[in-house]
């Protein structure tokens, strides 16, 4: 047993030198098993391997080590100049060959976490009706009402930790991409097993696909999903909880469901709906909010000050914007001892229509009500940071150029360093580009944002900016949930997740003006991260493993999945 989901064909043994059979049922032929990605491992099997298991002949005479076949493959990637080339390569690997895929995530995770997710998972999703080869994670669409749990039988894994479904109306910043968004479940999931140490067959990429609103795919001939507009109301409602329910009764009470991409209207309402009854988890609210948090509390090593001392200013008060809100908010509530009622006063949020004030309240949805202040109205996002004064500046719109030069430069001139955070993704939609928050700022401005950018040097120094990216949270937190055995999720996990990463930023990232640790180190901060969650689990009585390992930390990284080959016999 480990994680206490059996383990299957030996594929959790850390001992990687012990010999299994890679498979479970008889097999007549070496064919099969080159055809297997779980097993497969291409010129590295050995010629014994290659004996015993009918493969003479299938392979050219030449044995390569997983080393030189990661430095083939790594060189064949660099040779593509468009990142949708590469990410269509990963995507082929993951297919082939499971092991030698998540080695290379692994061992070059600042360079491929861009091609295997944002920013290049988007165009992925824009175009995967046409990029589309074969059928990866379940789909399940209007068709399927009534036969749900039928239709999670025909997956075949029995011992799934960890759903990630999204409806496809969100995707990133770029919109309704109706079923074409499944290239966001099967991108995280890549990312729990790289990031976070989950088994590859314990994680399931799900797409609910009930229509689309967007004319351009359904007037596609290549489109993949229903041809229809969106189901919403009561209709929509019973298929996800059908879903809900199957999902349950399949896998257990302690299979994590992560929420990936919904629209706001139904993100709040899901997750508020099965928080009490379910392990639910929605990344664009909780995971972002969390990894905002994370680097706050890392940038006020720079800034000085508590958090209680700050001010803070969205601009978007949709489903990151408000959960990054309320988690300052709680951490601020946590430290200080005041109510959440007043913590909230800290912060204040624009939407399309300005700022979020008390006398619009009849007109705002429920999760903007908690920021309307008393202030008199104002429109634009200049006149709020002129009015609010904040010394932290976070975009949430999915609005590319929205924090102008003037903008920039009025909180340059209110803060001797501005706390800048352009958070929306990908590239294309970020408020401002890091080059532009430096400069505009004359070098002072402390900027992180949700996609990469490259170092800068303005003035004869580099800055190198950091990444928001919610990797740095969920696969760790994922993993603290599952080898605690947590039935629920509760906010003060989420904190613990945050103070956990800010943890880990060393002073030398700081002198880069870096609020986030480098991505090279990231499964070192995943167990750490994993750690804190599950001690909370622990402490808050919703871990149900036990006993407690009694070093966590250890516990979490003897429970990761390692991409190194097996031995057959």
């Known amino acids: 047993m480990m994680n206490g989901v059996e383990k299957t064909n030996g594929e959790d043994i850390a001992m990687e030198e012990q010999l299994i059979t890679p498979w479970t049922s008889s097999v007549s032929s070496g064919y099969t098993l080159l055809r297997d990605p779980r097993h497969n491992k291409g010129l590295a099997f050995t010629e014994d391997e290659r004996d015993a298991h009918y493969l003479r002949g299938l392979l050219p005479p030449a044995l390569l ?48 976490l861009p091609v295997v ?39 075949p894994e029995r011992n799934i930790q960890v759903i990630v479904v999204t409806d496809g109306e969100r995707i990133l910043g770029l919109g309704d991409l109706g079923c074409q968004g499944m290239g966001i479940p099967v991108g995280k999931l890549s990312l729990y097993t ?3 140490g989950l088994r590859p067959s314990a994680c399931l990429p799900v797409t609910i696909d009930v229509g689309t609103n967007n004319g351009k795919l359904l007037n596609d001939e290549f489109y ?19 879903f809900m329910t199957a999902v349950k009764k399949n896998y257990g009470e302690k299979v994590i469901v992560q929420f990936e991409d919904f629209a706001n209207h139904n993100a709040f309402e899901l997750l508020a709906k099965y928080s009490p009854t379910h392990l639910v988890f929605n990344d664009d609210i909780q995971g972002t909010a969390s990894v905002v948090l994370a680097g706050l509390l890392a940038a006020l090593k720079l800034v000085g000050g508590t958090l209680a001392d700050h001010t803070f200013l969205f601009l978007g008060a949709g489903e ?27 912060i204040w949020l624009v939407d399309s229509k300005g700022l979020i004030v008390s006398s619009r309240k009849g007109s705002l949805q429920h999760f903007k009500k908690p920021w309307a202040h008393d202030h008199e109205p104002i429109k634009g996002l200049l006149d709020a940071v002129k009015a609010i004064k904040p010394t932290v500046l976070i975009g949430s719109s999915g609005v590319g150029k929205t924090f102008t030069k003037e903008v920039v430069e009025a909180m340059a001139s209110i803060n001797e360093k501005p706390l800048i955070l352009a958070l929306s993704n990908p590239t294309s939609q970020s408020e401002c580009t890091a080059e532009e928050a430096y400069t505009w700022s004359e070098g002072r401005a402390i900027f992180a944002s949700g996609s990469p950018f490259d170092p800068v040097e303005y003035n004869s120094r580099v800055f190198v900016p950091g990444q928001a990216n919610n ?27 945050s103070e956990a990463l800010a943890e880990q930023v060393k002073q030398e990232n700081l002198d880069k ?57």
């Not at 990661?70 to 468009?82: A, D, F, G, S, T």
């Not at 408000?322 to 109510?339: C, D, H, R, V, Y």
């Open 194 to 196: 790289a990031l976070g």
């Open 471 to 497: 990797a740095y949270i969920f696969p760790g937190f994922g993993l603290g949930l599952v080898i605690s055995g947590a039935i629920r999720v509760h906010d003060d996990m989420l904190l613990a997740a």
């Open 320 to 346: 990151a914007g408000t959960g990054i809100a309320e988690l300052i908010a709680l951490e601020i509530s946590k430290q200080t001892n005041a109510p959440l009622e007043e913590t909230r006063k800290k």
């Open 117 to 155: 997710y944002t920013p290049t998972v988007g165009e992925a999703c824009q175009k995967y009706g046409s990029i589309f080869r074969r059928p990866q994670g379940l789909y399940i669409s209007l068709k399927e009402k009534g036969k749900i749990l039928e239709v999670l039988k025909n997956w």
């Open 513 to 569: 003006v870096l609020i986030y640790p480098p991505f090279s180190n990231i499964r070192k901060i995943s167990a750490n991260i994993a750690a804190k969650v599950a001690a909370k689990a622990y402490e808050l009585g919703l871990a149900s493993r036990l006993p407690r390992p009694k070093d966590l930390v250890k516990y979490a990284e003897s429970c990761m999945y390692s991409p190194l080959y097996r031995s057959y016999r």
């Open 65 to 112: 080590t997983q080393k030189l076949q990661e430095k083939k493959l790594m060189h064949n990637l660099r040779q593509y100049e468009v990142p949708l080339q590469r990410y269509m390569a990963m995507m082929d690997l993951q297919e082939r060959n499971e092991r030698l895929f998540y080695k290379l995530l692994i061992d070059n995770v600042e360079e491929l």
């Open 224 to 242: 993949i999903g229903l041809r229809q507009r969106r189901a919403t109301g009561q209709e929509y409602a019973e298929l996800l909880d059908e």
